[in-house]
């Protein structure tokens, strides 16, 4: 997997626009993105239990962009009373987005498995440590997953 | 407990952060399924696993686990001891099987968190 910092925007003071971009070609760096929102999250000054939130949430997301997609586009808007995460995969869609969200429901295969991922807790991880979580799916064209996870 | 604790318990040896085995140690994980790992929040946990690739250390770095214990004798690449390195997570390793390993810490004192409810 392949990601590239495309910069920072500080469109207001109080409001930070960060967008990665997330390649399938090189599964060991999955998670570089994440890795980057939870150190602006901890450099703001942003309570623990937020940022672990924030951080296990994207994650997630970003495994499954490479394991299922061919990776994608992630945007995360950090504002004082929330951090919106929107990622946005060009891979295959959901068939049944109900059963994807059941616990220990996998499509993943074996090779997936043996790399510590693919057991069927990624999308109910995500939907567990997000407030919001937003799904948009089309069959062939790719999967967009909205979160939000607010800042007390 | 201690990270040096942990050491002792399990004769584990210290593949990198010798600097760091002062770091208190409330909880203990132990997983070969990243995803199961992140299903939990952990307190000052250490994840021992028998899985030894790059995303162990990404796990562990946004669940903030204070150390990460490779068992069965397993040996991370260079790849691995770099991205621990850079994000500052001990590794140690240990001949002890998974079930071993987890029952000694358990029989010292380091206990899991609570059980799932749904």
Redesign the interface.
């Known amino acids: 997997m392949k990601m590239d910092f495309m910069g920072v925007h500080h469109i207001m003071t109080d409001r930070i626009t960060l967008n990665y971009e997330v390649s399938a070609e090189d599964f060991t760096r999955a998670g570089e993105a994440s890795s980057d929102v939870k150190k602006k999250l901890k450099q703001m000054g942003v309570e623990p239990s937020t940022i672990t939130k924030v951080a296990i949430a994207m994650y997630e997301g970003e495994i499954n962009m490479v394991i299922h997609a061919q990776g994608g586009q992630i945007n995360v808007v950090i504002s004082p009373d929330e951090v919106l995460m929107k990622l946005a995969d060009r891979g295959p869609g959901i068939n049944d987005i109900e059963k994807a969200m059941e616990a220990g429901f996998s499509t993943a295969p074996d090779n997936i498995r043996a790399l510590g991922f693919g057991a069927g807790m990624g999308l109910p991880n995500m939907k567990k440590y997000s407030d919001e979580m937003q799904i948009e799916t089309e069959i062939g064209k790719g999967t967009t997953v909205t979160m939000k996870v607010f800042l007390s | 407990m201690t990270i040096e604790d942990v050491k002792n318990i399990l004769g584990a040896r210290v593949i990198w952060g010798a600097e760091y085995m002062d770091r208190e140690v409330y909880t203990a994980c132990g997983s ?5 790992v ?2 939990f ?1 952990k307190d000052h946990s250490v994840l021992l ?1 028998g ?1 030894c ?4 250390i ?2 562990a ?4 686990i204070v150390c990460v214990i490779f068992v069965r004798g397993k040996i991370p690449d260079e ?1 691995i001891i770099a991205l621990a390195m850079e ?1 500052e997570i001990p590794i140690l390793t240990t001949g002890h099987r998974m079930f071993s390993a987890c029952g000694m810490l358990y029989e010292n004192g380091l206990h899991g968190g609570a059980p799932y409810n749904d």
């Open positions: 070969d399924m990243m995803s199961d992140l299903a929040v696993t899985l690739n790059p995303q162990v990404r796990t770095e946004m669940m903030d790849s994000k």
